[in-house]
């Protein structure tokens, strides 16, 4: 399930189920979106990114789907594994188009 | 291929000491990025350059500089440091700041005693 931790929301979810990260943006004239995992003591990493011309774009195990509309990013991740577990931030290009904002994240816990 | 590379790992400074965290990229890239990571919160963007000579604030700005004299090297100094500088931080680096990813480094965790 879904919950509001300390700080950052936590999703908690089973081994091999699927899970959903969503992200809102701020900025509705934002025209690119990443997805960046971060693992404990580590810095992010790519994950995938968006363009706002696409509503949907695949990876390996991994979607990302586009909602200008309502300015709502999702992240599906099919068949959680462990090694996924980490925190999820989403990041739009800046209203300067300069630097990258970044969400505020979400915790995605793995459980066996 | 090293990406981006920032030193030290980990400080401890005390309140009004002053140190310079480094960062280096070997990508060739324009744009390079400063954030701040507190405890279980998201990345706040200190300071931010575009090109070698060009900076400019962020979001939380106060208590550091920075300087861009190189494509490569993008160092943040704390000039008096502060309890509230206590953070985990980030160097980044693109090519552009759309349509291209930022790559990280692993982080620079400061306290301030």
């Known amino acids: 399930g879904e919950s509001v931790g300390l700080h950052l929301p936590t999703l908690s979810v089973q081994e091999g189920d699927n899970s959903i990260i969503n992200c809102a943006y701020s900025?509705?004239?934002?025209?690119?979106f990443i997805w960046y995992k971060q693992e404990s003591g580590k810095g992010p990493q790519f994950i995938i990114d968006?363009?706002?011309?696409?509503d949907k774009r695949q990876g390996q195990r991994v979607t990302v789907l586009l909602n200008k509309t309502v300015k709502h990013l999702s992240l599906q991740i099919a068949a959680t594994q462990p090694g996924d577990s980490a925190v999820y931030f989403c990041?739009?290009?800046?209203?300067?188009?300069?630097?990258?904002?970044f969400g505020p994240g979400t915790r995605l816990s793995v459980l066996p | 291929n090293a990406g981006v590379t920032q030193t030290p790992k980990f400080r401890i400074l005390k309140i009004g000491q002053s140190m310079t965290l480094q960062c280096t990229q070997d990508?060739?890239?324009?744009?390079m990025y400063w954030y701040r990571q507190d405890p279980g919160m998201g990345l706040k963007l200190i300071y931010y350059?575009?090109?070698?000579?060009?900076?400019d604030k962020g979001e939380v700005p106060n208590g550091y500089n920075v300087s861009r004299s190189t494509t490569e090297d993008f160092p943040l100094r704390l000039e008096l440091a502060a309890p509230s500088q206590t953070s985990v931080y980030f160097c980044?680096?693109?090519?552009?700041?759309?349509?291209?990813?930022?790559?990280f480094g692993q982080g620079t965790r400061l306290t301030v005693v």
């Open positions: 980044a680096s693109s090519y552009m700041a759309k349509n291209t990813e930022a790559f």
């Open positions: 900025n509705s004239a934002s025209d690119y």
């Open positions: 968006i363009r706002s011309n696409m």
């Open positions: 990041a739009e290009t800046s209203i300067s188009g300069q630097n990258f904002v």
């Open positions: 990508m060739n890239h324009n744009y």
């Open positions: 350059s575009v090109g070698a000579g060009i900076t």
